[in-house]
């Protein structure tokens, strides 16, 4: 079974950056494709990004595209979100959560294993 970690969040003023790291441990953790979602209060949660298990490809949603980077370390165990340029309406809490299998994917009923979340606040 794979546990999900995520630290890094807090509060930062519009145009800041931070970066969210997800630490995965377990048997099958560095063999599955990560993602990051994010929900904010009163709204569904939805897709930020995704890499596949190679780190090879990656997707990210329109709204954080050129501000977002999503990254995985050489064991492939630790998942990052450098986000840049952030904006009040990034405001969320952020999930971090593994694929079942190797594929990037932006469907969050792909993802079998989810993170505790981070929380994101971005004043203005």
């Known amino acids: 079974q794979v546990q999900l970690v995520e630290s890094g969040g807090g509060l930062v003023q519009a145009g800041g950056s931070l970066r969210l790291s997800c630490a995965a441990s377990g048997r099958t953790s560095s063999w599955r494709a990560m993602g990051w979602f994010r929900q904010a209060p009163g709204k569904e949660r939805e897709f930020v990004a995704t890499?596949?298990?190679?780190?090879?490809?990656?997707y990210y949603a329109d709204f954080v595209k050129g501000r977002f980077i999503i990254s995985r370390d050489t064991t492939k165990t630790t998942v990052y979100l450098q986000m840049n340029s952030l904006k009040p309406e990034d405001t969320a809490v952020y999930y971090c959560?593994?694929?079942?299998?190797?594929?990037?994917?932006?469907?969050?009923?792909?993802?079998?294993?989810w993170g505790q979340g981070t929380q994101v606040t971005v004043s203005s």
């Open positions: 890499i596949s298990r190679s780190g090879g490809n990656t």
């Open positions: 959560a593994a694929a079942r299998g190797d594929t990037a994917t932006t469907r969050k009923y792909d993802y079998a294993t």
